[in-house]
Nanobody, 120 residues
Framework: QVQLVESGGGLVQAGGSLRLSCAAS????????MGWFRQAPGKEREFVAA????????YYADSVKGRFTISRDNAKNTEYLHMNSLKPEDTAIYYC?????????????WGQGTQVTVSS
């Protein structure tokens, strides 16, 4: 059974940092593109960042460019989202995704999400 499990979310003050992790199990994703999306209350899910299978190319939404960094460790079957200079508008549930058309998808596999709350 394929599973993507996010972790690392939480409550942080504006200007702070968090690192999200997405651990995959059930199959290897070393040959697949992976990404991060988020959904704020009352809004549709939106693209945040994506990374190619080798990690050689990355893509970012304009709203996070320069503040967020996506990375992956194929040996650990894990992807990461490093978030710096967080803003209240970054508050959302963050979802990792795997095996899809880069950068915006669609993606076949999704995690259950992790809450990120940024206080002002």
């Amino acid at each position: 059974q394929v599973q993507l499990v996010e972790s690392g979310g939480g409550l942080v003050q504006a200007g702070g940092s968090l690192r999200l992790s997405c651990a995959a199990s059930g199959r290897t994703f070393s040959s697949d593109n992976m990404g991060w999306f988020r959904q704020a209350p009352g809004k549709e899910r939106e693209f945040v960042a994506a990374i190619t299978s080798s990690g050689g190319r990355t893509y970012y939404a304009d709203s996070v460019k320069g503040r967020f960094t996506i990375s992956r460790d194929n040996a650990k079957n894990t992807e990461y989202l490093h978030m710096n200079s967080l803003k209240p508008e970054d508050t959302a549930i963050y979802y990792c995704a795997a095996r899809g058309l880069i950068p915006h998808g669609p993606y076949r596999y999704w995690g259950q999400g992790t809450q990120v709350t940024v206080s002002s």
